[in-house]
């Protein structure tokens, strides 16, 4: 008789972001190998509100598929966000949400950072002191690759989980990778 094979975990990962965020959870999703967990990641540019919405509806076409639907956005200048966690949370949806940005997440990868950061480009001379060419359209995950772990460890403390997008800085990144890695 043939051993019956436990079905791993099934993500479903979309992304506020074209590029970034997708060219950075594909490196990761590649580099941990886990074969427990099963990730399908796609994009939509739209706002928060806008992306759990269309997660749901992704969901709902194929709820057999997914056993989580994650959506991955920036509090940025949106005005909807936390309209969005609340609706995540209706819809059984979890957020990895980064005050102001996903950068901050990046910055993790090479040192704490602590200080308020209102925007981009506010992040990205802390960003480029570690990365001289660093290019959001073209992420290589290979920058990246060596301290994922210490950015999951510097990234917890910066908020309680749930509530990063009421401090900044702060990025729930690492309740994802960690769900990717299979820490959790």
């Known amino acids: 008789m043939a051993g019956k094979r436990e079905a791993g975990l099934r993500l479903l990962v979309v992304c506020g972001a074209q590029v970034t965020e997708r060219d950075y959870l ?3 999703v590649a580099h941990v190998a886990n074969p427990a967990v099963t990730v399908r990641i796609t994009t939509k540019s739209c706002s928060p509100s806008q992306l759990v919405k269309y997660a749901e509806v992704q969901r709902d076409l194929s709820p057999a598929d997914f056993d989580e639907v994650w959506c991955v956005f ?20 979890e957020v990895a949400v980064s005050n102001p940005c996903f950068e901050l997440w990046l910055i993790l990868h090479f040192a704490v950072h602590t200080g308020y950061a209102g925007t981009y480009r ?3 001379p802390h960003l480029s002191r570690h990365l001289s060419r660093y290019d959001k359209s073209r992420l290589d995950f290979r920058h990246f690759a060596e301290g994922w772990r210490d950015a999951l460890t510097r ?15 702060a990025t729930g990144m690492w309740s994802l990778v960690e769900r990717i890695a299979g820490q959790r």
């Not at 005005?79 to 966690?85: G, Q």
């Not at 403390?157 to 900044?168: C, I, R, S, T």
């Open 155 to 169: 990234a917890k403390p910066l908020a309680p989980q749930g509530k990063e997008h009421e401090v900044n800085p």
């Open 74 to 93: 920036d509090v940025d200048d949106f005005l909807d966000v936390p309209r969005a966690i609340a609706m995540a949370g209706e819809a059984g949806v």
């Open 122 to 124: 506010e992040l990205l």
């Open 26 to 28: 594909r490196g990761l």
